[in-house]
């Protein structure tokens, strides 16, 4: 695969990390518009590197001088990352012969003999010095060898501008570094203004020396022919939109004037550098009639985009798009429904209308999410760049529904890709065995290990600057980071306050059903929670009590990031309602349309919530924490989320001007089962993978009990087989890698890990499991025998699944009715009570030198004795 460049020069910057810090020079935005860089890169770790190219591989095309990297393999990562060539030491380069042109040599200085190293795929002089070579030499060797692409590297020091010329001369590229240019002209001397090079690469056959440029839309649609000139592409690098030159009224800013305004996103020039081509995103329409562009309109796929994108802003009553856009469900039905169409089309007509049909739900899905279409085809482009191939098997499901054989039943290669997080990889899905006989305590302290989390510092970073913003702007803080994180630009207010709209909560009657039937359960096991008011008479005369009010606001905040829990709304909803709270706040990420789900609106309906909050992550609890102009402060924030809601919560609970409590740190589920011979190996696997589907981050584990080998086959088969099953497999198979199976041979040993590990959720497979709840010493929940799997704690059976995780139900209980009450105490004494404990409290008020407190007593027993 060989690499057109969008210009006749290549801009070198610093290794990539440095990309996004640097001051001088041309910054991110400018060297994407150019759409190349040259990096060189330094011996280190690779992985800022390769996060870097995932991020911009698509705004611009990357190449390397990897001569300094020692390793064949980080080349060959670099390369599936998406560099467009590398340069290699000639002597390495039949190593690389299976990458074809992407793979080139470097030689050093100016010699021209040097030439000599060239191969088919071109070739990089580096530290080029003009003042040192042969130049005319050169130039003759160069043009007699026919060597393209040749690239060259100045020396540091050398006159761009002449080496430039000398680049023209002999038909190179010229790699030019980033710290000696500029796009800003006239600004900063010394350097050389990039639209200068420009003008100086290109051919105009015009007497003005305007150069022709095609205008495009980010989806490479044409809108136009326009002219420009050095100038102009001066003022469009440097203020990044479309500025061009017009042959009567000079320079032209598109949209000045109409407000059709364009952001420019690439340059670049043809193959034979007399004519230019700037790619926008362009606002309204370009064309000065009522088209989008002098071309006529958009056809196809990209007017279905712009259809799209104008119903999710508005969309007329009754729009089925509109219809599709808030209800995740029906899109997704439907994209299932018109995949299996176009499968079983057998016409080329057939195939075409089916196709259309799944390109359209396939769209709306996308626009949806906030990806348009220039992103797919970025996606797809970066794909093509990939060199470690997938097998391209079905998906467990898929593949077994259709009787396919994967790359590990088949003949085919095993697969190249190390993304296994996102790719399907026919590995097996299994757990990590640990054999107590075998191993010690710390080996298995460290396989019992949670996932790591990114650190409290990192995230305090991030979260610390969202909540200042919030206590500072407010709404408007809170919106912008719903717009951003959840991609709901067009949500105008971040609450709905209740009574909530019929129509917000239509759901089906079974849906009604089952979250009717858990509320009850839910409230009935939280009602009888109610603790009598405490009497107790301490000594004659002094009696001492206790009573609950309730927490009067409190902020509930339900997760919806990676999943739509309404059930966690029942769960904090309902404990809140039986307690009596006078004010309760919602708080849950909408969608991406702006909507919030049904059930999460019906639940807060149903237990009188004042509002909810359309907000997630650290935005919402701040909002909840500190009150904004329509969000109502509250006094306790509860409920799990993941660790940007965490360490929001910590923070606020730790500023005193916020004046607010917390529940406890609930982060990713976890599950362990401790399982012994007379378990049912389908019922082990199907709860140890219904915490695993939680995310990638969540810990299963299964401690097994003087199990024989055929035995922990039979569950290792059965987790193999039902993960392989299931939507989520891909998160599961992430959190798998990080769960383990225990081997050990008493009850006692197995509660002992257990209680140690103190896991959010326990479940006891056992022949007499409720005898062994008396050992159970550290647990958010525990679920008794073969009959209970641990859903229907999360779901409908009473108790709450809000638990403390992380090994934190060492020390704090699950989400209660004693989360929502505060325990005030008092105390009542007759003349006689004080009589008979008084002479203690003057005594320790003595000991503690404080006499006031002494006085308190002493000034009623005179009066007394009076
Ligand atoms: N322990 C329990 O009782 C319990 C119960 C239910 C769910 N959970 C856990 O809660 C967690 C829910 O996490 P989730 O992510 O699905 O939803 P979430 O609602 O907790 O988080 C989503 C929010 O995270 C924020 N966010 C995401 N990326 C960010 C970034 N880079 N910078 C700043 N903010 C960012 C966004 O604001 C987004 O709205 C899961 O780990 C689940 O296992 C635990
Ligand atoms: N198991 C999760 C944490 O305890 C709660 C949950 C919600 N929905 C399904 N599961
Ligand atoms: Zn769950």
């Not at 699950?814 to 009542?828: C, R, W, Y």
């Amino acid at each position: 695969m060989e690499t057109t460049l969008p210009l006749p020069f290549l801009v070198s910057v610093a290794v990539p990390p440095g990309l996004n810090g640097i001051k001088e020079g041309l910054n991110r935005e400018e060297v994407s518009c150019l759409g190349c860089v040259f990096f060189e890169i330094t011996p280190g770790p690779l992985e800022k590197i390769l996060r870097f190219l995932k991020r911009h591989n698509t705004e611009f095309q990357p190449f390397f001088d990897v001569t300094r990297l020692d390793s064949k393999d980080d080349v060959i990562t670099l390369l599936d990352g998406g560099a467009r060539k590398v340069f290699v030491e000639p002597e390495q380069l039949s190593e690389f012969a299976e990458f074809g042109s992407r793979v080139a040599p470097v030689v050093s200085g100016s010699n021209a003999s040097q030439l000599a190293s060239a191969t088919e795929h071109g070739l990089l002089i580096t530290d080029f010095d003009q003042t040192k070579c042969e130049v005319a030499q050169f130039i003759e060797e160069a043009k007699s060898k026919k060597i393209t692409p040749l690239f060259i590297k100045p020396v540091a020091g050398t006159d761009l501008e002449h080496f430039i010329d000398i680049a023209a001369q002999c038909n190179a590229i010229p790699i030019l570094p980033s710290t000696g240019l500029t796009s800003k002209e006239g600004q900063q001397e010394g350097k050389l203004p990039v639209s200068k090079i420009l003008a100086k690469s290109w051919k105009s056959d015009r007497q003005d020396g305007l150069i022709p440029t095609v205008v495009c839309d980010e989806n490479g649609v044409a809108l136009g022919l326009v002219y420009s000139s050095e100038e102009s592409v001066g003022e469009a690098l440097k203020t990044q939109t479309g500025v061009y030159q017009s042959r009567k009224r000079g320079l032209w800013y598109k949209g000045a004037t109409s407000g059709d305004t364009q952001e420019l996103i690439r340059i670049s020039m043809d193959c034979d550098n007399d004519a230019l081509k700037f790619v926008v995103k362009q606002t309204g329409r370009f064309c000065h009639l009522e088209q989008s562009g002098c071309f006529g309109d958009l056809k196809g796929i990209p007017k279905l985009e712009q259809t799209l994108l104008s119903r999710k802003q508005s969309a007329p009553a009754g729009s089925y798009t509109a219809r599709l856009f808030s209800d995740e469900k029906l899109l997704r039905a439907k994209i299932m429904e018109e995949a299996e169409e176009l499968c079983d089309a057998k016409t080329p007509q057939d195939v075409a209308f089916e196709a259309a049909d799944l390109i359209y739900f396939a769209l709306t899905k996308a626009v949806s999410a906030g990806v348009t279409l220039a992103d797919i085809e970025k996606s797809l482009d970066a794909k093509s760049w990939k060199v470690k191939r997938r097998t391209g098997d079905a998906k467990g499901k898929w593949a077994e529904k259709e009787g396919i054989k994967t790359a590990t039943n088949g003949s085919t290669p095993a697969p190249l890709t190390t993304e296994a997080a996102k790719e399907p990889t026919p590995e097996r899905i299994t757990m990590r065995r640990y054999d107590m006989s075998q191993v010690g305590a710390a080996e298995l302290d460290a396989a019992l290990k949670r996932p790591s989390q990114k650190s409290s510092e990192t995230i305090m970073n991030i979260i610390k600057p969202i909540i200042d913003d919030v206590r500072k702007n407010g709404d408007k803080a809170v919106l912008s980071y719903t717009h951003k994180f959840e991609k709901a630009t067009s949500l105008t207010s971040p609450v709905l306050r209740a009574p909530f709209p019929q129509e917000l909560m239509q759901l089906p009657g079974e849906t009604i059903k089952a979250i009717d039937v858990s509320f009850e359960n839910i409230r009935k096991f939280h009602a009888a929670q109610k603790e009598k008011p405490l009497q107790v008479e301490t000594m004659p005369g002094v009696v001492c009590s206790r009573f609950s009010r309730p927490i009067e606001a409190v902020g509930l905040y339900v997760p919806g990031g990676t999943a739509v829990l309404p059930s966690t709304a029942l769960m904090l909803g309902v404990p809140a309602m039986v307690a009596g709270c006078h004010n309760i706040v919602i708080a849950s990420p909408p969608r991406a349309d702006g909507s919030i789900t049904p059930e999460i609106v019906y639940v807060a309906h149903k237990v009188g919530a004042e509002s909810i909050v359309l907000a997630g992550g650290a935005q919402a609890v701040a909002a909840m924490a500190y009150g904004t102009e329509s969000v109502s402060k509250v006094d306790k924030i509860l409920g799990p989320g993941n660790q940007f809601v965490t360490a929001a919560k910590m923070y606020v609970s730790n500023d005193t001007n916020a004046g607010v409590s917390i529940d406890m740190p609930a982060g990713p589920s976890e599950v362990l089962v401790i399982a012994d011979k007379d378990a049912n190996p389908a019922f082990l696997a199907s709860d140890l993978l219904s915490q695993a589907e939680h995310g990638v981050d969540s810990q299963v584990v299964l401690i097994a009990i003087d199990l024989n080998e055929d035995q922990l086959q039979a569950i290792e088969d059965e987790v193999h087989k039902q993960a392989m099953a299931l939507p989520r497999v891909e998160i599961v198979r992430g959190s798998i890698a990080h769960s383990i199976t225990v081997l050990v041979k008493t009850v006692e040993e197995a509660m002992k890990i257990s209680n140690q590990y103190a896991p959010e959720h326990l479940i006891l497979q056992l022949k007499d499991a409720e005898k062994v709840v008396d050992l159970v010493m550290n647990a958010g929940s525990v679920f008794i025998g073969g009959w209970t799997p641990e859903s229907v704690g999360d779901y409908s059976a009473g108790v709450n699944h809000s638990l403390p995780t992380y090994g934190y139900a060492k020390q704090y209980s699950g989400v209660n009715l004693a989360s929502f009450v505060k325990h005030i105490t008092s105390s009542n004494l007759t003349a006689q009570g004080l009589r008979n404990v008084g002479e203690a409290v003057m005594q320790l008020a003595k000991v503690e030198e404080l006499e006031a407190h002494r006085r308190a007593v002493e000034i009623r027993l005179e009066h007394m004795n009076r």
